[in-house]
């Protein structure tokens, strides 16, 4: 995968050992929902950001033709997800297999499981909303005070950003069920039950709840939709964006008294790459706490 990176320039050199470090990580575990939502992730987001490329060159002064993500790039966004596949392993070293049904017996691997899918769901959501967002055909509205500012602007949203954040979620949701799914059947044969309920009509009942499936759907659609929320909140306050007048493009080079750089949002704390750490890092912990909370 890291090879097929570099010969599509989705990877820089750096980021390829970046890559192969969290592949390492990651693909090393049984369970199947690991392996692909990552690669759900890559080879989305790697495609999305190749598409209509020129003109977002053309509205991004940081644009890199074809994504050629570095090392700082690959870890902000898989750090977290490796780090709680690597729990996985870590916590279930001893378990023979360490088979799906962990996930359905064990609170600890139900937690990493909905944190993982929350982790990817809000990168791949956000990644969505900024590749597509930045193509909708009205300026963006700035998330805190809701004035028009120009595409590219950091916490700027469009209703072409926020379909694109849940339909990006929604994908990681899909592929987590879809995985866990066809490893469970793949483990252990799927039991049916004849349920007579208290009207007297008969059902059949399969022992796989389908209430979990269908938690793992929402989750990744409300994480891509809550974290692409998120990072347009912290970009717009915690990272700054500037506007050339001149080149009519985003630019992160500093005012100039001539005024052909002027500041539009955000203070100079963050940068892009530790918006999207923390946001992801945010969501994950939030969705494995909640599920928790509610849901076990």
Not at 24 to 36: K, Q
Not at 270 to 288: E, K, M, P, R, Y
């Amino acid at each position: 995968m890291v090879r097929h990176g570099l010969s599509k320039k989705s990877l820089s050199s750096s980021g390829a050992v970046a890559a192969t470090v969290v592949g390492l990580g990651t693909f090393t575990n049984s369970p199947y929902v690991f392996g692909t939502v990552l690669l759900t992730f890559y080879l989305s987001s790697s495609r999305l950001t190749k598409y209509k490329s020129q003109i977002k060159k053309s509205l991004e002064e940081d644009h890199q033709e074809g994504g050629g993500r570095t090392a700082i790039q690959v870890f902000s966004n898989g750090a977290t997800g490796a780090a709680l596949a690597l729990a996985f392993q870590y916590i279930f070293w001893n378990t023979e297999s360490r088979p799906a049904t962990l996930f359905l017996d064990d609170w600890r691997a139900s937690a990493i499981l909905f944190a993982y899918i929350g982790h990817y769901a809000c990168c791949n959501g956000d990644t969505w909303a900024s590749e597509l967002g930045i193509l909708n055909k009205s300026w963006p509205t700035l998330i805190t005070t809701f004035k028009r500012v120009p595409p590219g602007t950091n916490g700027g949203v469009s209703s072409l950003g926020l379909a694109a954040s849940f339909a990006g979620g929604l994908l990681i949701g899909l592929t987590a069920a879809a995985s866990v799914l066809v490893q469970l059947a793949l483990e252990s044969p799927v039991s049916w039950q004849i349920y007579s309920g208290s009207n007297g009509v008969e059902s059949f009942i399969s022992s796989l709840d389908p209430k979990f499936f269908l938690s793992l759907v929402l989750t990744g659609a409300g994480a891509g939709f809550f974290g692409s929320l998120l990072d347009s909140l912290l970009g717009a306050t915690v990272q700054k964006s500037n506007y050339s007048t001149k080149k009519k493009i985003i630019t992160y080079k500093a005012p100039e008294k001539d005024d052909e750089i002027k500041a539009i949002s955000g203070l100079d704390i963050l940068d892009n790459h530790q918006v999207n750490f923390f946001s992801s890092l945010i969501i994950a912990l939030s969705t494995g706490a909640l599920w928790l909370k509610y849901c076990w």
